[in-house]
């Protein structure tokens, strides 16, 4: 059964996970992609090369970000922000970068594993010849979760897939 | 360094994956949920119960779809699709739910655990007082996808956080 989630739980949820999704709309295309983030309480910090998502967030910079967790049983819980893109710069986005690393680094070694995809592994401007990093916040304007603690029972399924047959 | 995948490459990620992100978007607002899938070879075929995404693609059936898979190493690909909503029903709805339930017993047997996240748990119509299941896939018009092989190295990490301080 789908649970709605409670404001403190949306936030445990942004604050246990790096990883989510983002998703962008301009031109009559919407497109979602993965991404390390932090949440600073306030808003999703990420950085991003030049590219199609960057151009597309400053056309328009009402964008979503969803995280999610799966337990090894099955359980689940997602996390869906409606909210407001800005591109950072100068001390801001200096800041900005920090958080990522420390995030980063601090799940680096509690995991001892990582999927960082990049964030973080690049200063602002990035060697020469590399693409301009972007640092930017989503500042969070709508939140909302959903959860499901019931696991999937096979059997289940196999009784509906029988009565489609 | 990040590369850009081929076709055939492309098609191995959505082939051996059964958990993706949609993104849908209708009245200035942008949405990305998880879903549990299968790919035929032409179509993303999903099951969800009625309700904002359903609504959304209703409205706006040009969605996007993006699979992702990440290594313990940190190596990771992404395929992002653009595509065409399409409800399905009667038969080929029929058909669709039985590729879905096919795919989620195959990945439950070979891999021991399972995150199915409700889809083909209950059958089109589902129990009295359900809402009501919606069979749909995504015919694929676009296919483009990315993958990264080296790992994150936290020294690099480090520097660059050395630089911005």
Redesign the interface.
């Known amino acids: 059964m789908?649970h709605e989630l409670q404001r403190i739980e949306i936030e445990r949820v942004l604050r246990s996970e790096v990883f989510g999704?983002?998703?962008?709309?301009a031109g009559?295309?919407?497109?979602?992609?993965?991404m390390t983030y932090v949440y600073d309480g306030a808003s999703i910090i990420a950085q991003t090369g030049e590219g199609q998502k960057v151009a597309m967030m400053r056309d328009n910079p009402?964008?979503?970000?969803?995280v999610?967790h799966?337990?090894?049983d099955?359980a689940?819980e997602?996390a869906?922000i409606?909210g407001r893109f800005e591109e950072l710069s100068g001390e801001p986005a200096?800041a900005a970068?920090?958080a990522l690393?420390e995030r980063?680094?601090l799940i680096?070694h509690q995991r001892g594993?990582?999927?960082?995809?990049?964030a973080?592994?690049?200063?602002?401007g990035g060697p020469p010849g590399s693409r301009r990093e972007v640092m930017f916040r989503i500042i969070v304007e709508q939140m909302t979760g959903r959860s499901?603690t019931v696991p999937?029972?096979?059997e289940?399924?196999?009784e509906?897939?029988d009565?489609?047959?």
Chains 1, 2 share one sequence.
Do not use: K
């Open positions: 789908i999704h983002l998703g962008c709309h009559d295309r919407t497109y979602v992609v993965p009402n964008v979503c970000f969803e999610d799966v337990d090894a099955g689940w997602s869906i409606q200096r970068l920090r690393i980063l680094d680096h594993e990582m999927s960082p995809r990049g973080g592994r690049t200063a602002p499901e999937w029972i096979p289940v399924r196999l509906a897939g009565e489609v047959c």
